[in-house]
């Protein structure tokens, strides 16, 4: 693995390398309150054309755990693509920094970045994608269950990148991945070919019914029904959404184990009650603390060659 762009690039295998050693660095995290230093002198440019709270922070945390540096740049200055072509801005930050973390509008601009960079390139988050989110949910979902296989994963609401990565990421682990969206929302029909001739053996649906979706489900998962860069649909694109909550009522048609994942920021009271939010089954922020252990791993492996 060279970038850490998209989860379809990815053989099981190298993902699974990467569960194992985020769980390690997480172990020892955890039992010794440190990681050994082997970013030592690192440093990953971190580009951000939107906002972010757990990504942000989950990387500069884990490169300062490893022993190296996250440094921000401001997107304003940057201009990736406005002050200055991605190509450029690709090369010049490979001959300064060990890696390259950017958050984008644009797919294509990750893309660019991968093709042009002589360091590793990771997506954190596009409007099409966000690999690193899913990794976190994968791991979050063994840690519960000590398990993925045969796992059934339903996502209520969007059709959108989290939805696209988690689908890609139930496919690689052999989970059964349900999308309850309504009309207009699905994930693309393209999109679903795509994972489907990767994953032929993958067990996926589509259904505009989310108490069906949820039926079977070990884990109910949601985002919000606008996502970053969106916020001129959100008048129309809220009463579409109707019925599409995780409150108690739908979680009640699940089965009793079943737990709730949310990548956050959630919206209480649209895509997810405060009440399931709150509650025993929703593990929200097991999960959000994973983006940090999974990145470490993603960091480890991608510019510590573990
Ligand atoms: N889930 C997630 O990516 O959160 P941020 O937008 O705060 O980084
Ligand atoms: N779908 C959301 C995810 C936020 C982490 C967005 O793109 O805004």
Redesign the pocket.
Known sequence: MTHFTSLSDCSTDDLRHLLDVSGRLKKQHKSTGRNDPILAGKTLAMIFEKPSLRTRVSFAVAMTHLGGEGLLLRNEEVGLDVREPGEDVARVLSGMCDGIMARTFEHEKILKLAKYATVPVING?TDYS?PC?AMADVMTIEEHFGSLKGRTVAFIGDG???ARSLATACGKFDMRFIVATPPGYQLDSAEVDRIMTQVPEMDFETTDDPAEAVRDADVLYT??WV??GQEAEKQKRLPEFAGFCIDEALLAKAPKHAIVLH?LPAYRGLEISDAVMEGPQSKVFAEAENRLHFQKGLLAVLMGKM
């Open positions: 988050l966000h989110q959108n990148n989290v985002d919000t996502s970053m990548c």
